[in-house]
């Protein structure tokens, strides 16, 4: 959660159970500082126990604030794992007990939480009026790191919605009090986070621009995580361009400032990301190899915001390997894993591969299962791609067409190197 540094007092919870054999002592502020570090480094399984037995004990002292402390915290980590059902539960009886106590800067904070669990849900008016909430409360409190808190969050919202224009303008007012108060990781953070605007919209310059002012802050600050994020986001855009030995050399200065931190979640990603590099080159077994090794540390660490994708992706390789029955088994896998999350585009790749691993044995329902996908999107990265594989089927012209003018509108926008491929592959067909 990273918002603020623990404060020495209240280390030690006392219990003095009755019938016991006298008093009882947990280092509460010690093993939640542990927490903190087991959460950057992505050991969520651990924190989470650790978490569980803080509440056990706060609950037992009855102490309001640490039972609400433990319970945001246990949430942070269930949230993080995918549990978003008994995060935000968790989230919810934190903000009513710091209200109880009247103790509203920590109510704001259990309030952004449940934001963060709409958002992940995809429910952007129920996150925008958590985040509202929050600002309204740092505002009052005159909390101006939460108040750039909250403008990020809200700017993120827009930014998924599409609303490109008034998430730069939040970000910029989220900027703008990180920089007056000299908050150096909260503005790094923002501004990683309008680097990740840019590169929705295919700005691709001005996003590296931002990640390179996001890697420079935490160098400042020794912030070797933000700096792990910030080079694994070069390189992912180095990737969608084409420069693979650029993306290659980011990716092993992140694969190595993420093993000295034993940074397992960061180490996961940059498996993939090296899995999706060798995808691109053709490369199918070393591709093989890297996803097999991130998926390992994704079940490990149960990251099912990743592991889905991480599946589909193996799944795909399997396929152009012409290993049906593989393929048919790891794409099963990720569908449901997509689903349990809600990972809608995810399930919609699934889908496609399911269509395609359909066409082998009955081509008329796989041509009718992309009509029918076709008919129920409207993402023009997802048209093109229905477009493209029904040409493949059918031979049409017009979905031939058609693919190659949205390709072509895409690849103005955003110059993907998998759009530029699909057009000269498209174009070559007579």
Known sequence: MHKRLYKLQNLWL?????????RKYYPYGVYLRKVEILELIGQWQEAEEICRCGLKWAEKTNQKAKIAESQNWLGWMLHQRGANAQAFLLFKSASEIYESINDRQEAGWAISYMGCVYYRQGDYQKAIDCYNKKLEIAEELNDRKGIASALNNIANIYGEQGDHVKSMEF???????????????????????????????GEYQKAIERFQRQADLASELEDKWQI????????GIYLMQGDYELANEYLGQKFKIDGELGYKRGISITLSYMGAL??????????????KQAIAIARELQLRYYLGGYLFELADIYFEMNRIDDTIAINSEAVEMAKEIGDDHTIFSCQKLAAKILALTDRPAAVKKFTEMLQQTTEET???????????????????????????????????????????ELEQVE
């Not at 792990?228 to 390189?235: E, L, P, R, T």
């Not at 053709?282 to 890297?290: G, I, S, T």
């Open 14 to 22: 006392e219990v003095n159970e009755e019938g016991g054999p006298g």
């Open 171 to 201: 970000y910029q007012r989220a900027m703008e009090i990180a920089e007056n108060i000299g908050d150096k990781r909260v503005g790094g953070v923002i501004s990683g986070n309008i680097g990740a605007a840019h590169w929705d919209q």
């Open 228 to 235: 792990s994020s910030a080079i694994g986001n070069m390189a």
């Open 278 to 291: 060798y995808k691109l080159k053709k490369d199918c077994l070393k591709a093989e190899d890297y996803y």
């Open 382 to 424: 997802q048209i093109a791609g229905l477009h493209y594989e029904l040409f493949k089927l059918t031979g049409a012209n017009q979905n031939k067409t058609n693919a190659i003018d949205m390709y072509k509108n895409l690849y103005r926008k955003t110059p993907n190197i998998q759009y530029k491929e699909r057009i000269e």
